[in-house]
């Protein structure tokens, strides 16, 4: 039996390549039946690099598909302070991007 399971990752263009390892790595190690909806949230510079993510999934499994959502206007110009980015904010529109 085929599952399939929903992941959410939320970044800028600083965590593209964090973003892509654990991708990687989640598609590395998963069960033959286990598929991923991965959905990322990302603003206009990470949304820069879908083709590289997307490569990342195509490569690693057919069965895997990937997401983009785009929030560059969302968080623009948010109050930033103690290492907390405006991407940081991302997170926050999960409900919105995930509701079914």
Same mark, same amino acid.
Request: aromatic fraction near 4%; avoid cysteine; charge should be neutral.
């Given at each position: 039996m085929n599952?399939?399971?929903?992941? /959410?990752?939320c970044f800028d263009e600083n965590m593209v390549y964090a973003a892509c390892a /654990?991708?990687?790595s989640l598609l590395d190690f998963k069960? %033959?039946?286990d598929h991923y909806c991965v959905h990322c949230v990302c603003n206009e510079k990470a949304m %820069?690099? +879908?083709k590289l993510l997307s490569e990342?999934? +195509?490569?690693r499994d057919d069965g895997s598909r990937i997401f983009f959502y785009d929030a560059r206007k969302d968080f623009h110009g948010s109050y930033e302070v103690r290492g907390i980015s405006t991407s940081t904010y991302l997170r926050l529109t999960l409900h919105r991007v995930l509701e079914h």
């Open positions: 599952t399939n399971i929903d992941i /959410a990752f /654990a991708i990687g069960n %033959e039946s %820069e690099q +879908k990342i999934v +195509k490569k």
